[in-house]
């Protein structure tokens, strides 16, 4: 199952990214269904899919079926290209994509999935870390320190919510390191982070920007090491019981 599953999706990847010039990707959004590189793409798709299943045709439906639909998926997304926030769309057409070749894989090794793996102890302490930080953390963070705010806050002059952003993802990258027992990458992650905010923190002409990030880097690590020591220690009472 695994081994078809990645065959369909490097395939996938081949067709849709590897071997897709941004002329055919213009053009398919000029022309529509019309574009003769629509066609062209779907040809690379079936060389593709042909090529990774060593020219085997006994899954000869599942390869039309992944072709005839992701023609029609993509004929669906040129149509709502200007309806549609473009980032949505691009992550609606790659998860319709996956779907088919989720049901396509289903065909031939049929899925046994047990859904009582999904109510573990361990996965549910798991989806607990995430989300202790990710959204818990960002909330704290942001009562924590909202008695205090820029200029360049008020000003919009940083991208919309992209403090909040990578706020999480160094979080989910501490959770990760604490995890895995890799505790040298936070120490990496801060010296990072220091070296691209030393331009921000040279220009300020008094204290404030500097211990304003100060103040929201410390407590955004310490959240995170926090939950990502609090989930270990969960763990090994759960692994213990």
Do not use: C
């Amino acid at each position: 199952m695994i081994s078809l599953f990645i065959k369909l999706v490097l395939a996938h990847i081949v067709g849709d990214f590897l071997l897709q010039p941004e002329k055919w990707v213009k053009h398919k959004e000029e022309f529509k269904h019309k574009s003769k590189y629509l066609y062209w793409h779907i040809l690379v798709h079936l060389i593709a899919l042909v090529i990774v299943f060593q020219f085997n045709f006994k899954y000869w439906l599942g390869l039309l079926i992944v072709l005839i639909s992701h023609y029609g998926i993509d004929v669906i997304k040129l149509n709502l290209k200007n309806k549609l926030n473009t980032r949505l769309l691009f992550g609606l057409d790659q998860l319709a994509h996956l779907i088919v070749i989720a049901l396509v894989v289903n065909i031939y090794e049929p899925y046994s999935i047990n859904t009582d793996s999904f109510f573990t102890s361990q996965f549910l302490l798991f989806v607990t870390g995430l989300l202790g930080v990710t959204v818990v953390s960002s909330v704290i963070m942001k009562t924590l320190i909202s008695k205090w705010q820029l200029e360049e806050d008020l000003k919009g002059e940083s991208l919309e919510n992209a403090g909040a952003y990578i706020g999480m993802l160094e979080r989910l990258f501490v959770f990760a390191f604490i995890v895995m027992n890799y505790w040298e990458g936070i120490g990496f992650l801060i010296a990072a982070k220091s070296v691209f905010r030393f331009g921000d923190l040279s220009k300020a002409k008094d204290r404030k920007l500097t211990e304003y990030i100060l103040i929201g880097t410390l407590l955004s690590f310490g959240l995170a090491i926090a939950f990502g020591m609090a989930y270990k220690y969960v763990m090994t009472l759960i692994t213990a019981a």
